[in-house]
């Protein structure tokens, strides 16, 4: 399906900027039950695009986690704005709703919650404190897609101006590579479309059009367009997201019965508010088992296991060195970051893969 759908592509005459595309916002907008969503060639493009959208400029500051993918911080870079780190939760690896109002300063613009693991942020609770200090939210929701929060698809939460998604191979659904917007801001969507295609438009024109193949630059945008070749692979992926979500969750409900309350590592809690969409599977090692987590994780992939690490915290990053964080500024996340593996978790594990994962976990941490 997902091979005929980019055929199909190639055969007709749109390689790009053609109806694969606005097909494939719509289908997610409609999804995730949200106004506008416009398609990037990537989540990171995505995240630019918004920040923009809502008018962030140089000296402004952007509050998220360091618990995410250097991408959600960069994009406040791109624009000269200023990345604010507030600290995480030890259970979850979510931005500490608890901890935020006090990194406000008259700078701040915009807060940007991280969705870590496919685990949603208490939104409710942050949306207040934006709104009690006029800030705005963009929810990071590129680990996110499918998860829901107060029985609504994260994507229109209601909590935030925009969300963003990605369509990496590691995500949730793929499009090779590939972003989305989602918003309910006419004003917004429009900011979007243009930042994705150089600031250039038809509509809504300054000056006078001195014949039919007129259009004006009004803004400084970027190539960020995604091909008809990609939003067609994304649309045969949407039909499948349900069912990807759905075996997500039963690989991660055989995981945590497995896990149940071993001596040696917690995994992420259910929360009382929403539905996670498991982009990953986190366990956190126990403290005393902490200063060995480079040893077992060298076990766990001599047992054939793909583990990885999500994440370094961003601010321990060379180049953020180099700005001039400094380690130690948000001490729950680099806790976090000393005892956290991923484990496997993707659709196309078997029962019987989530088995034998299960038992090689519990060999290496017999055997230490
Ligand atoms: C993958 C990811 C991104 C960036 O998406 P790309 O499509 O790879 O550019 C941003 N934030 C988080 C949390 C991610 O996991």
Redesign the pocket.
């Known amino acids: 399906m997902d091979i005929n759908s980019v055929v199909n592509v190639l055969k007709s005459d749109y390689i790009t900027q053609g109806p694969r595309i606005s097909e494939f916002e719509e289908s997610l907008a409609e999804y995730c039950d949200s106004k506008y969503a416009v398609c990037f060639n ?3 493009s995505a ?1 630019h695009a918004s920040y923009y959208a809502l008018g962030i400029r140089g000296g402004d500051e952007v509050i998220t986690s360091p618990i ?2 250097v ?2 911080s960069n994009a406040a870079l791109y624009l000269d704005a200023h990345p604010v780190f507030t600290d995480v939760e030890k259970s979850t690896g979510n931005m500490d709703v608890s901890l935020v109002e006090e990194k406000i300063t008259s700078k701040t613009k915009l807060i940007v919650p ?1 969705h870590y693991s496919g685990n949603p942020v208490d939104l409710k609770n942050l949306s207040e404190i934006a709104v009690d200090h006029n800030l705005c939210m963009v929810e ?1 929701a ?2 996110a897609l499918g998860a829901s929060y107060d029985g609504k698809f994260i994507g229109n939460s209601g909590y935030s101006e925009m969300s963003i998604f ?3 191979p590691v ?1 949730h659904i793929t499009t090779g ?3 989305m917007v989602l918003t309910d801001n006419k004003d917004y969507y429009d900011k979007l479309v243009m930042f994705r295609s150089h600031g250039v438009t038809k509509d809504n024109l300054q000056g006078e059009p001195d014949g039919d193949w007129y259009y004006e630059m009004q803004l400084l945008g970027f190539n960020y367009r995604i091909t008809d070749i990609q939003a067609a692979l994304g649309l045969s992926q949407l039909l499948k997201l349900p069912s990807f979500v759905e075996r997500r969750r039963s690989i991660a409900e055989r995981y945590d019965t497995a896990f149940k309350g071993n001596e040696f590592f917690k995994t992420i809690p259910r929360s009382s508010y929403g539905l996670s969409s498991y982009h990953l599977y986190p366990i956190l090692i126990n403290s005393e088992y902490r200063d060995r987590k480079r040893e077992i994780f060298s076990k766990l992939r001599l047992e054939g296991l793909g583990v990885q690490v999500h994440y370094i915290p961003v601010y321990l990053q060379p180049y953020y060195q180099n700005l001039g964080y400094r380690r130690g500024s948000c001490p729950v996340a680099e806790d976090f970051y000393q005892c956290e593996i991923s484990i496997p978790m993707y659709p196309a594990l078997s029962d019987s893969d989530v088995d034998y994962v299960i038992s090689k976990v519990f060999k290496v941490f017999h055997n230490l």
């Open positions: 990537s989540g990171t995240l995410t993918f991408a959600t991280v990071d590129a680990h990605s369509f990496h995500k590579e590939g972003g």
